[in-house]
T-cell receptor, first 118, second 112 residues
Framework: GAVVSQHPSRVICKSGTSVKIECRSL??????MFWYRQFPKQSLMLMAT?????????EQGVEKDKFLINHASLTLSTLTVTSAHPEDSSFYIC??????????????FGQGTRLTVV | AQSVTQPDIHITVSEGASLELRCNYS??????LFWYVQSPGQGLQLLLK??????LVQGIKGFEAEFKRSQSSFNLRKPSVHWSDAAEYFC??????????FGAGTILRVKS
């Protein structure tokens, strides 16, 4: 299958600072990327959907100003956690698909980023 | 609204025994269904998917799943479990806009 690379795999930051997480599709053009958050021992919750060249669409309850998503190219999307606080500590996972808007396509997942805010 | 239910939070099976992980979905249109596996601290790997056609789907690592529309189920099975299968398994339904709606996950433990 296609390869999606997420970086960094782990990051520890101080409260109040910002952290950027990158998600790259290495061998295909990702027209749509998704950002998920996973709390310990829980399922993945979709945070936002980003289509290349467009503003991200956030799920209900997700703070747009806190979780900034940029999808400026067909191979890269970034999630910036601004003014991070300990409650933002979580596992963040991106996924990417090369086909926009269809349900019957496979999304490929990155390895995830473990964010710890101290 | 679409939803996925995985009724078993934890399952423990002996190595070599058969496995069935349950998944029920709720979706208003034709469901596109997926099973993913996640090892600790890792991303998700697709095991198999159902879009249409044969309701018994074969996947990687010896897994299979059967789509039963009448029961709104998409249970994952494996005839003989290996210790390396210990992980967390997620069932998901594909929703509009390529979104995936995930179940809560089932943690599989394998006894040697």
């Amino acid at each position: 299958g296609a390869v999606v690379s997420q970086h960094p795999s782990r990051v520890i930051c101080k409260s109040g600072t910002s952290v950027k997480i990158e998600c790259r599709s290495l061998d295909f053009q990702a027209t749509t990327m998704f950002w998920y958050r996973q709390f310990p021992k829980q399922s993945l919750m979709l945070m936002a959907t980003s289509n290349e060249g467009s503003k991200a669409t956030y799920e209900q309850g997700v703070e747009k100003d806190k979780f900034l998503i940029n999808h400026a190219s067909l191979t890269l999307s970034t999630l910036t956690v601004t003014s991070a606080h300990p409650e933002d500590s979580s596992f963040y996972i991106c996924s990417a698909t090369g086909v926009r808007g269809r349900r019957d396509t496979e999304a490929f997942f990155g390895q995830g980023t473990r964010l710890t805010v101290v | 609204a679409q939803s996925v239910t995985q009724p078993d939070i934890h399952i423990t099976v002996s190595e070599g025994a058969s496995l069935e992980l349950r998944c029920n979905y709720s979706y208003g249109a034709t469901p596109y269904l997926f099973w993913y596996v996640q090892s600790p601290g890792q991303g998700l790997q697709l095991l198999l998917k159902y879009f249409s056609g044969d309701t018994l789907v074969q996947g990687i690592k010896g897994f299979e799943a059967e789509f039963k529309r009448s029961q709104s189920s998409f249970n994952l099975r494996k005839p003989s479990v290996h210790w390396s299968d210990a992980a967390e398994y997620f069932c998901a339904v594909g929703a509009y806009g390529n979104k995936l709606v995930f179940g809560a996950g089932t943690i599989l433990r394998v006894k040697s």
